[in-house]
């Protein structure tokens, strides 16, 4: 049964997309720990990080690192985080998350935004790339 990351990348369910590549997908995570809260995943559906060939996972933190400078230059924060859970989506991927202050990194605390806030957020994300 398909992740719901794969059918995000496979475009059954809608996503705020930042950017994507041949083998990457960059959007906007619907459940923000903070404005800007970015997911980073393979499009190949592996469920654990270390489970991916070295060429993928380099690749994988090297999109993540082009999405993480773009999201610094958009959402004003001190610094933007990373964090490799995996527990809750069967399918690697990278949380990219600005912030200024810890609480920001502990998935407890979560912030909404309207859906024209996170169109016109992914759209300035885009412009920084």
């Known amino acids: 049964m398909s992740s719901i990351f ?17 083998n990457f997908l960059a959007f906007l995570d619907v459940n923000p720990n903070a404005k800007g809260h970015t997911l980073c995943i393979p499009k190949k559906e592996i469920n654990k990080i270390f489970d ?3 060429d993928l996972y380099l690749g994988l933190m090297q999109f993540s690192k082009k999405i993480a400078i ?34 920001e990194m502990r998935f407890q605390n979560k912030v909404s935004l309207s859906k024209v806030e996170f169109e016109d957020l992914a759209k300035a994300i885009q412009n920084n790339l």
């Open 6 to 22: 794969t059918k995000i990348v496979n475009g059954e369910i809608p996503c705020y997309k930042i950017a994507e590549d041949e």
């Open 52 to 54: 991916m060939d070295d």
């Open 70 to 103: 773009a999201l610094e230059k958009t959402v004003p924060c001190k610094r933007v985080g990373m964090a490799v859970i995996g527990l809750e989506v069967p399918h690697a991927h990278v949380h990219l998350i600005p912030l200024n202050e810890m609480d």
